[in-house]
């Protein structure tokens, strides 16, 4: 999957936990996002932020009574 992601020449993938996001206005009745400060300290500006959960080390995944890894 990983090839698959890279593969994009548009794309930018940076691993983190995201901490805070930044608003152009955090004050504005509707502030429109501007990026993430990521737990390490970076702060990542970009037009578009996508936020997934993401996983942990050992995470397991349950289906009825079936358990995956």
Known sequence: MQSEISAYDSL????????????DDPDAPSPKVMGI???????ILS???VITT???LRG???????VYR
Request: net charge neutral; with cysteine.
């Open 12 to 23: 930018r993938v940076v691993e983190g936990s995201a901490f805070d996001l930044i608003f």
């Open 37 to 43: 400060l990521t737990e390490d300290g970076r702060k």
């Open 47 to 49: 037009p578009n932020v």
């Open 54 to 56: 993401g996983t942990f």
């Open 60 to 66: 397991k995944c349950y289906l009825g009574k079936e």
